[in-house]
């Protein structure tokens, strides 16, 4: 095997947890290929154990919606000034750019202009709005690494892989390892809020209220929230309160869904997560009034959460803005709970449409192939 050395180097730049996590499993996919690599990045936790050296700490910066995103703007703009310089006096031998395409866009341009190789991994979802996206992405970036496979012809063909979809391949792997798929006591809701402060709060706000209804009503249920960083999980305990919730690492997710009645999702990558592992869900979604207005005229979607737009119907319930209440939320879930048998044979069959749709293989180490090239 070719050892690298240490002055062969790959910036990656990714934005919240989920982006963060799957840039990690490309670098330590890249680092068995080509030992000696070093990695500058922007990232966050699950990066700085994969051995990156972080330029700045951007999990901590990711927000969700316009006005949201207005409120940090100084801060991206000074990253985006320190990012640009460091690009300049390296100019390292690739540019990684995984998902985050408010900045990333922005730095594929500047990449673009000064001569850098980027490839982009879970490009802008095109598909559901901004098409005009498609074609800049297509010039600036010398290939693009999709994880759907129609997005392929949206962008140039000749750049473009579809890599296949990283949450497909994680479920095949935890199912591999399962020793039995004994039937268990489903007695758990999992709560599922996000993995961005704001959406976190937001979710707190409306689910906590509905908990100390249903935990009085179903004292038999068992309830367990999911944290998606330490961050998350401090926002959580301050909220907490007498609440009999049990924390649970985003590590343990898979295992916790497997005794899972019923999960309430945030809106994200995790609908996708549980849809995959055949667990229903409530999808639940709330930002400001002026992200929702400017939202609803941008995206040419129905529905919000990705398993319903990947089905083309609601198969799961989604609670959406000031559907996503209290009241709304224990109407939900009393009928979750009447209807288990219904509901559970129900994700099982989409569990396995969706997966057929989405798998291909490790897609990490089919971007790190593709990142390789260029070193």
């Known amino acids: 095997m070719k050892v690298f050395p240490s002055n062969v180097t790959v910036f990656v730049s990714t934005g919240e947890v989920s982006g963060d996590r799957y840039a990690s499993l490309v670098v330590e996919s890249l680092r068995r290929m080509c030992p000696g690599l070093s990695v500058v990045a922007l990232g966050g936790e699950a990066l700085q154990t994969a051995g990156a050296l972080l330029l700045g700490d951007t999990q901590r910066m990711a927000t969700v919606g316009v006005w949201e995103a207005v409120r940090s703007l100084r801060g991206w703009w000074s990253l985006f000034g320190r990012t640009t310089r460091y690009l300049l006096s390296a100019r390292p031998h690739c540019v990684l750019l995984v998902d985050n395409p408010g900045f990333n866009l ?8 000064q001569g850098l190789p980027v490839v982009y991994f879970v490009p802008p979802q095109v598909w559901v709005w901004g098409r005009g996206r498609a074609k800049k992405l297509s010039r600036w970036a010398s290939s693009i690494c999709t994880i759907f496979p129609w997005e392929e012809a949206y962008f140039d063909p000749q750049k473009t892989l579809w890599v296949g979809h990283p ?3 994680f479920v ?7 020793e ?5 006591d489903r007695k ?3 709560l599922l809020p996000g993995s961005r402060k704001g959406e976190v709060e937001a979710y707190l706000e409306r689910v906590f209220p509905a908990l100390q209804v249903l935990t009085k009503k179903y004292p038999y249920l068992v309830w367990k929230l999911v944290t998606a960083s330490s961050e998350i999980q401090s926002v959580v ?3 907490l309160q007498s609440l009999p919730v049990t924390l649970v690492a985003h590590q343990e997710l898979y295992h916790v869904a497997q005794e899972v009645l019923f999960s309430i999702s945030c ?3 995790v609908t996708l997560e549980m849809a995959l592992l055949g667990v229903p869900q409530i999808i639940v979604y709330k930002v400001s009034g002026l992200t929702y207005r400017l939202g609803k005229l941008l995206v040419k979607s129905s529905w919000v959460g990705l398993p319903n737009i990947l089905a ?3 198969i799961f319930p989604e609670l959406i803005q000031d559907d996503f209440r209290p009241e709304r939320l224990i109407q939900e879930a009393e009928k979750f709970l009447k209807e288990s048998e219904k509901q559970r044979e129900q994700a099982a069959f989409w569990s396995g449409k969706l997966r057929e749709q989405l798998f291909r293989g490790n897609p990490f180490e089919n971007v790190a192939q593709v990142v390789k090239k260029y070193l």
């Open 106 to 113: 922005r730095l594929a341009r500047f990449c673009y202009v």
């Open 167 to 169: 949450v497909a391949w």
């Open 172 to 178: 095949e792997q935890f199912e591999k390892k399962q």
């Open 180 to 184: 039995s798929q004994e039937k268990k």
């Open 188 to 190: 758990t809701v999992l």
């Open 237 to 239: 305990d301050e909220k």
């Open 267 to 269: 809106s994200g990558t």
């Open 312 to 314: 083309q119907e609601e």
